[in-house]
Antibody, heavy 118, light 110 residues
Framework: EVQLVQSGAEVKKPGESLKISCKGS????????IGWVRQMPGKGLEWMGI????????RYSPSFQGQVTISADKSISTAYLQWSSLKASDTAMYYC???????????WGQGTLVTVSS | QSALTQPASVSGSPGQSITISCTGT?????????VSWYQQHPGKAPKLMIY???NRPSGVSNRFSGSKSGNTASLTISGLQAEDEADYYC??????????FGGGTKLTVL
């Protein structure tokens, strides 16, 4: 069974750094892309970027390029989304999802709620 | 990357059919057959309902169907049921080699 399990909710202050995770199981982790999606409170889905754990090829939406870093550690089947300096506007639910060009975002994690508040 | 355009809301009665549109440009929806649709119930993760314009993943009801004409894709739900009430998002591959979502449509089953 394909599963993506994300790390727990985080409460951070503006300016702090953060790295959240997404662990895949039940499939070949290095054969599919992993993507990240933002959903701000009461708002729609926003495509952030994807990474191919097999070779770490990464694509970012222009809206998120330079704002976040997507990485992966294939040895532990885990993808990451990180911020170096959080802003209040980063408060949102973040989802990871398995992705391929043929079947995009077919399996989703449960989401990680990030709250940034002073 | 501009979000694809969806109606904010649609509604229908049980048993009826509804269609949700998703309008982009020739650089996204119109240029590729990589349009997908997602259903999201409140407090839940999205669920893939349609991919590659009109393909249904295993386990998705055949009441859900997708199509595309020019720069506009459509999701049709036939035989509307109460459990179909949710938010629906379209997504498309783009000429920038990334994907983009639509703004989302809230479906109300009357």
């Amino acid at each position: 069974e394909v599963q993506l399990v994300q790390s727990g909710a985080e409460v951070k202050k503006p300016g702090e750094s953060l790295k959240i995770s997404c662990k895949g199981s039940g499939y070949s982790f290095t054969s599919y892309w992993i993507g990240w999606v933002r959903q701000m409170p009461g708002k729609g889905l926003e495509w952030m970027g994807i990474i191919y754990p097999g070779d770490s090829d990464t694509r970012y939406s222009p809206s998120f390029q330079g704002q976040v870093t997507i990485s992966a550690d294939k040895s532990i089947s885990t993808a990451y989304l990180q911020w170096s300096s959080l802003k209040a506007s980063d408060t949102a639910m973040y989802y990871c999802a398995r992705h391929s060009y043929e079947v995009p975002f077919d399996y989703w994690g449960q989401g990680t709620l990030v709250t940034v508040s002073s | 990357q501009s979000a694809l355009t969806q109606p904010a809301s649609v509604s229908g009665s049980p048993g009826q059919s509804i269609t949700i549109s998703c309008t982009g440009t020739s650089s996204d929806v119109g240029g590729y057959n990589y349009v997908s649709w997602y259903q999201q119930h409140p407090g839940k993760a999205p669920k893939l309902m349609i991919y590659d314009v009109s393909n249904r993943p295993s386990g998705v009801s055949n009441r859900f169907s997708g199509s595309k004409s020019g720069n506009t894709a459509s999701l049709t739900i036939s035989g509307l049921q109460a459990e179909d009430e949710a938010d629906y998002y379209c997504s498309s591959y783009t000429s920038s080699s990334v994907w983009v979502f639509g703004g989302g449509t809230k479906l109300t089953v009357l």
